[in-house]
């Protein structure tokens, strides 16, 4: 059984930098696709970024294009995100998810292992 684990956020002021972890345990996350959505209080768990398992495919919402980046250490058994130039929007619970079938997807519901979450908080 595979359990995420995600760590590194915390509260930052607009314009600044944070960059999440997930590593993973009990099990090797290398077929898997991944990704990193978020949830806010009172909305629905949003895709921010994704990527393949080898790390060569990756895809982003809209609005963190430019400003996250996805990445993945295959070693580690850990994907990253960076998150630069954070705006107050960005606020959120940031969840990893991993996907068993190495398929791109942004909806939630197709993937089958789900971290805990780590807060985000970015203040104007």
């Known amino acids: 059984q595979v359990q995420l684990v995600e760590s590194g956020g915390g509260s930052v002021q607009a314009g600044g930098s944070l960059r999440l972890s997930c590593a993973a345990s009990?099990?090797?996350?290398?077929?898997?696709?991944m990704a990193w959505f978020r949830q806010a209080p009172g909305k629905e768990r949003e895709f921010r970024a994704g990527i393949s398992a080898t790390g060569g495919s990756t895809d982003y919402e809209d609005s963190v294009k430019g400003r996250f980046t996805i990445s993945r250490d295959i070693d580690k058994n850990t994907v990253y995100l960076q998150m630069n130039s954070l705006k107050p929007e960005d606020t959120a619970v940031y969840y990893c998810?991993?996907?068993?079938?190495?398929?791109?997807?942004?909806?939630?519901?197709?993937?089958?292992?789900w971290g805990q979450g780590t807060q985000v908080t970015v203040s104007s």
């Open positions: 009990g099990g090797t996350i290398s077929t898997y696709y």
């Open positions: 998810a991993a996907r068993r079938l190495n398929i791109r997807s942004r909806v939630a519901a197709q993937y089958f292992y």
